[in-house]
C-alpha cells in the first residue's frame, strides 16, 4: 500500500541520515581523542624533559660550588645525582619519547650517565685534592654533555608533537571534506526521494482532481486509470464505478425521455393533423376576413411550434436544465440537442 511504501521511504531517509551522523560523531570523536592524548603526551614529556634538565642545572652548580672551595656536604650531590639517574630512567620508560631521532639521544644520555655518576662517586671518596678537582671537572664535563642531550631531546619531543599534530590535522581536513561530500551527496538524495514520494502522491491527485472536475460538468464518461494497488487505486476505481453509474442514470433518463417524446411526437401529430384539416377548412371558409386568418396563422404557427418541440425532445443527446421561473427549472432543448464537449478522460499509471 501506498502508506507503506511511503514510511519504508521515509524510514530508509531518516536511517541514512543517522547512519551519516553517528559515523560523523564517531570519527570527530577519535580525531579529538588522539588530539588530546597526543597534546597530553607532549605535555608530559616536556614537563619530565624540563624538570630533567632543572636537576642538571642544579647538579652543575653544586658541582661549581664544590669547584671553588666552598663548603658543602656531598650526600647532597650524591643525593641529586641519584635523583638526576631515575629521572632519566622516567624519560626512557616514557612512550612519547620511542622513535629513531628520541632514541639517539636518549642513548647519547644514558651513555653520559655511568661516566657522570662514577665520577661524583669517585669525588665523594677521593682524598688527594688534586684527583677530587680533576673528578669535578670531568663531573662538570659529564652534566654539559647530558644537558646539550637533554636539549636535543627536548628539540626532538617538540618536533614529534608538531608533527603528529600535523598529522591529525591533515586527518581532520580528510575527515571534514570526506563528511563534506557524505552529507552532499545525502541532501541531494533526500531531496530526490522526497520528489520522488510527492510525485506519488500529487500525479495521483491531480487526475483525481480533474476527473472531480470532469464529472462536475457532466462529463460522465471520464475515466480514470491507475494502475497501483494502492488507495489511490482503490479511489480510481471507486470513482469509476460513480462515473459508470451516473453516465447509467443519464442514459436512462435520456431513453426515458426519448420514449415520452416519441409517445408525445405520435399523440400530437394525430391531433395536429386533425386541427390542421380542420384549419384547412375555416380558412376557405373565411377568405377575405383579414383578422380570422390572421388568428389562424397564429394557429398554424403554435403549431409548427409544438412539432418542431416534440422532434427536438427525440434529439435530445444530454440533459441541460435552464431557471424557469422562481424554485424551478426547465429543460432546455437548444443546448440539450448539441454534442456536448469532446472529452479525453484522464488515464495514465502512477508513479
Given at each position: 500500500?501506498?502508506?507503506?511504501?511511503?514510511?519504508?521511504?521515509?524510514?530508509?531517509?531518516?536511517?541514512?541520515?543517522?547512519?551519516?551522523?553517528?559515523?560523523?560523531?564517531?570519527?570527530?570523536?577519535?580525531?579529538?581523542?588522539?588530539?588530546?592524548?597526543?597534546?597530553?603526551?607532549?605535555?608530559?614529556?616536556?614537563?619530565?624533559?624540563?624538570?630533567?634538565?632543572?636537576?642538571?642545572?642544579?647538579?652543575?652548580?653544586?658541582?661549581?660550588?664544590?669547584?671553588?672551595?666552598?663548603?658543602?656536604?656531598?650526600?647532597?650531590?650524591?643525593?641529586?645525582?641519584?635523583?638526576?639517574?631515575?629521572?632519566?630512567?622516567?624519560?626512557?620508560?616514557?612512550?612519547?619519547?620511542?622513535?629513531?631521532?628520541?632514541?639517539?639521544?636518549?642513548?647519547?644520555?644514558?651513555?653520559?650517565?655511568?661516566?657522570f655518576y662514577t665520577n661524583v662517586g669517585a669525588l665523594a671518596t677521593s682524598q688527594d685534592p688534586t684527583l677530587a678537582i680533576a673528578y669535578n671537572r670531568e663531573a662538570l664535563s659529564n652534566a654539559v654533555q647530558m644537558n646539550q642531550a637533554i636539549l636535543e631531546v627536548s628539540q626532538?619531543?617538540?618536533?614529534?608533537?608538531?608533527?603528529?599534530?600535523?598529522?591529525?590535522?591533515?586527518?581532520?581536513?580528510?575527515?571534514?571534506?570526506?563528511?563534506?561530500?557524505?552529507?552532499?551527496?545525502?541532501?541531494?538524495?533526500?531531496?530526490?526521494?522526497?520528489?520522488?514520494?510527492?510525485?506519488?502522491?500529487?500525479?495521483?491527485?491531480?487526475?483525481?482532481?480533474?476527473?472531480?472536475?470532469?464529472?462536475?460538468?457532466?462529463?460522465?464518461?471520464?475515466?480514470?486509470?491507475?494502475?497501483?494497488?494502492?488507495?489511490?487505486?482503490?479511489?480510481?476505481?471507486?470513482?469509476?464505478?460513480?462515473?459508470?453509474?451516473?453516465?447509467?442514470?443519464?442514459?436512462?433518463?435520456?431513453?426515458?425521455?426519448?420514449?415520452?417524446?416519441?409517445?408525445?411526437?405520435?399523440?400530437?401529430?394525430?391531433?395536429?393533423?386533425?386541427?390542421?384539416?380542420?384549419?384547412?377548412?375555416?380558412?376557405?371558409?373565411?377568405?377575405?376576413?383579414?383578422?380570422?386568418?390572421?388568428?389562424?396563422?397564429?394557429?398554424?404557427?403554435?403549431?409548427?411550434?409544438?412539432?418542431?418541440?416534440?422532434?427536438?425532445?427525440?434529439?435530445?443527446?444530454?440533459?441541460?436544465?435552464t431557471d424557469y421561473v422562481a424554485g424551478q427549472q426547465m429543460l432546455d432543448l437548444e443546448k440539450s440537442t448539441e454534442p456536448g464537449p469532446a472529452t479525453s478522460p484522464p488515464e495514465g499509471k502512477s508513479s
Open positions: 500500500m501506498l502508506r507503506r511504501r511511503l514510511l519504508a521511504i521515509l524510514g530508509s531517509l531518516v536511517l541514512l541520515v543517522l547512519v551519516v551522523a553517528i559515523t560523523a560523531i564517531f570519527l570527530l570523536q577519535g580525531f579529538l581523542a588522539d588530539l588530546s592524548a597526543v597534546r597530553s603526551e607532549a605535555m608530559t614529556t616536556v614537563d619530565l624533559v624540563s624538570k630533567l634538565s632543572g636537576q642538571v642545572a642544579r647538579v652543575q652548580i653544586e658541582l661549581y660550588r664544590l669547584q671553588q672551595g666552598s663548603e658543602y656536604h656531598l650526600d647532597e650531590l650524591i643525593c641529586s645525582a641519584e635523583e638526576l639517574q631515575h629521572q632519566i630512567e622516567e624519560l626512557s620508560q616514557n612512550q612519547f619519547v620511542k622513535g629513531d631521532s628520541l632514541d639517539v639521544h636518549l642513548q647519547e644520555l644514558r651513555d653520559a650517565l655511568p661516566a626532538a619531543v617538540r618536533e614529534k608533537a608538531d608533527s603528529e599534530q600535523s598529522q591529525l590535522i591533515a586527518r581532520f581536513r580528510w575527515i571534514v571534506l570526506a563528511l563534506g561530500i557524505a552529507f552532499v551527496l545525502l541532501i541531494n538524495c533526500s531531496i530526490l526521494i522526497l520528489l520522488r514520494a510527492a510525485e506519488m502522491v500529487l500525479q495521483p491527485v491531480d487526475r483525481l482532481v480533474e476527473a472531480s472536475r470532469a464529472l462536475a460538468e457532466e462529463k460522465f464518461e471520464t475515466r480514470i486509470n491507475i494502475a497501483e494497488d494502492d488507495e489511490f487505486g482503490e479511489l480510481a476505481r471507486s470513482f469509476n464505478a460513480t462515473a459508470e453509474r451516473l453516465q447509467a442514470n443519464e442514459q436512462r433518463k435520456l431513453e426515458t425521455l426519448h420514449q415520452v417524446a416519441l409517445t408525445l411526437n405520435h399523440e400530437l401529430n394525430n391531433a395536429m393533423i386533425i386541427i390542421q384539416m380542420q384549419l384547412e377548412l375555416l380558412k376557405r371558409s373565411t377568405q377575405g376576413n383579414e383578422g380570422q386568418e390572421r388568428y389562424l396563422r397564429q394557429i398554424r404557427d403554435n403549431l409548427e411550434r409544438m412539432a418542431k418541440t416534440v422532434e427536438a425532445l427525440k434529439r435530445v443527446r444530454r440533459i441541460v436544465l
